[in-house]
């Protein structure tokens, strides 16, 4: 093998040492995106989750079909819910309403996470929720 060939080799293996270190490094903070779903509050609060700190103690009681979606290293995290005509009536007392300026919705998230209308904004312990009045859907987020 001539002096050039063992010269790209080693520029090769160099090249393919650092996209397999890098790789690793791309799918370890990939993996450091948690996900879970609940049917109800209850599941929840059987889980640990709202102790470990991933929901908030103020979530509606009427909390159904719940997604969210956290990561461990940044402490942001999505939560996506449907909620009871009285628990909206009952979100005054519990967070101050956002009336201007309005925060802008994640943009990192699919339309399936998001209200379809948000109408309301809230702020909550350090969090933010945009409801959709109509649809009773919320998404909570940090």
């Known amino acids: ?8 080799l080693g520029i090769a293996l160099l090249l393919a040492l650092a996209l397999a270190i890098s790789w690793n490094k791309l799918g370890s903070s990939l993996s450091d995106w948690k996900s ?3 049917a109800s509050i209850s599941e929840i609060q059987q889980s640990g989750l709202i102790e470990k700190g991933w929901f908030p103690n103020w979530m509606p ?7 969210e979606t956290h990561n ?4 942001e995290g999505y939560i996506f819910f449907f909620f009871s005509k ?18 802008e ?3 990192n998230l699919s339309a ?5 209308k948000p109408d309301r904004y809230f702020t909550c312990q350090g969090s933010l929720m945009a409801i959709d009045s109509i649809q009773l859907t919320a998404l909570i987020w940090r």
């Open 86 to 103: 009285q628990d909206l009536d009952n979100l005054n007392t519990i967070c101050p309403e956002i009336v201007k300026p309005l925060p």
């Open 61 to 67: 009681q009427s909390a159904t079909e719940i997604k």
């Open 72 to 75: 461990i290293d940044t402490n």
């Open 1 to 8: 093998m001539s002096r050039l060939n063992k010269i790209l």
């Open 105 to 107: 919705l994640p943009r």
């Open 112 to 116: 399936d996470w998001l209200p379809q």
């Open 36 to 38: 879970s779903h609940f």
